[in-house]
């Protein structure tokens, strides 16, 4: 391998771009050197961009020897055959999130990587590298404050891809953050979920929006997330966590305040990619770092299977208007280790 990893980035219509950008402009020790996406022509415009190389397919980049380790950013539903054929390479892999859009597939990932008997998936679930997430986990973990109780969770978006914003994604492609996050911060997978629609808002098309998911821990802590996609304002993510001696509330952005026009006014920010650039910085450094140890240090295919199974019963949840259990398997002992 050599001092750097040689990374391969699949999938580059989107986030993709910007993780090139990142990992080959800010961060150290790895460098993405080529890229391939369902475009062959669209990989080889890409790749002159960044000056790297164009692979004709994602298979073609995953099997040859230059590659050092994987990025899927590929659309949800093509994760599952990219991050499989990492697994078969043998190679370190980085999937953006959800895993898979479904627990089936999430499950075969899971059987794929314990089959080889080596950690190699990581999953994109950025907010566990947020500092001020990560402040919420040692303030929680300290027990200074008791236990927590209840968690109070804001998601909004200012109108996060318009017109083609279906119901279900608010669950599946906004909230999985806090499904995966909150589970993260309390140590505990959750036992029941239900999902309300309050009045939709006049910006929402056709999709429910907003939409408040409910969650419940199996210590009964409780945990409330609203989701607003058009919320017509700005990208703003809260999190209080109410403990037995004390509240516990998610920083926000350091945006000074400024004073103007007779009014006080202090910036948020326009969207997601605004909101946790050092996230994503930290996220990468530490898949980089931990590959080349030839580690995963990280959401693993277990977190990314438990998420999509919670988010399973939530959507199942939203489309009958009922509380669903959630079941989830024991963890196996290579995922402990
Ligand atoms: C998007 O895919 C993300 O991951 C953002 O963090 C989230 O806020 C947004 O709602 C999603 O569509």
Redesign the pocket.
């Known amino acids: 391998m050599g001092d750097t990893l040689k990374i391969g980035v699949v999938g580059v219509g989107a986030i993709g771009r910007t993780h090139i950008d990142r990992i080959n402009n800010k961060l150290t020790g790895g460098k993405v050197i080529g890229c391939a996406d369902y475009s062959a022509e669209f990989a080889k415009k890409i790749a002159d961009q960044f000056g790297i190389k164009a692979f004709d397919s994602g298979e073609a980049l995953i099997s040859d020897p230059e590659i050092d380790a994987v990025v899927v950013t590929t659309s949800d539903p093509f994760h599952e055959q990219y991050v499989t054929e990492a697994i078969k390479a043998g190679k370190h892999v980085f999937c953006e999130?959800p895993l898979s859009p479904t627990p089936e597939a999430c499950k075969r990932i899971v059987d794929a990587e314990m089959a080889v008997g080596k950690h190699l998936v990581q999953v994109g679930f950025m907010r566990r590298y947020d500092p001020g997430y990560a402040q919420l986990k040692k303030m929680i973990d300290s027990k200074k404050y008791g236990a927590p109780l209840v968690l109070h969770c804001l998601?909004r978006?200012y109108d996060?891809?318009g017109v083609g914003w279906k119901t279900s994604?608010s669950v599946e492609?906004?909230m999985i953050?806090e499904i995966d996050v909150l589970r993260w911060l309390v140590g505990e997978n959750y036992v029941k979920t239900d999902v309300v629609f309050p009045r939709s808002s006049k910006h929402a098309g056709a999709a429910k929006d907003p939409q408040i998911m409910h969650l419940t821990t199996e210590s009964g802590i409780y945990i409330e997330v609203e989701s607003f996609?058009f919320s017509h304002y700005g990208?703003d993510v809260r999190c209080e966590v109410v403990c037995e001696e004390g509240t516990l509330n998610l920083p926000e952005p350091p945006y000074a305040m400024v004073r103007c026009n007779d009014a006080r006014v202090t910036p948020i920010c326009h969207d997601?990619s605004e909101r946790?650039p050092e996230a994503y910085n930290i996220e990468f450094q530490n898949w980089i770092n931990a590959s080349k140890e030839d580690r995963v240090d990280g959401p693993t295919a277990w977190d990314g299977y438990v998420a999509q199974i919670t988010a399973g019963c939530a959507s199942k949840a939203r489309d009958t208007q009922t509380s669903v259990e959630i079941h989830i398997p024991e963890m196996p002992e290579f995922y402990k280790k």
């Open positions: 999130k998601h978006n996060d891809g994604m492609n906004s953050h996609i990208y997601w946790f």
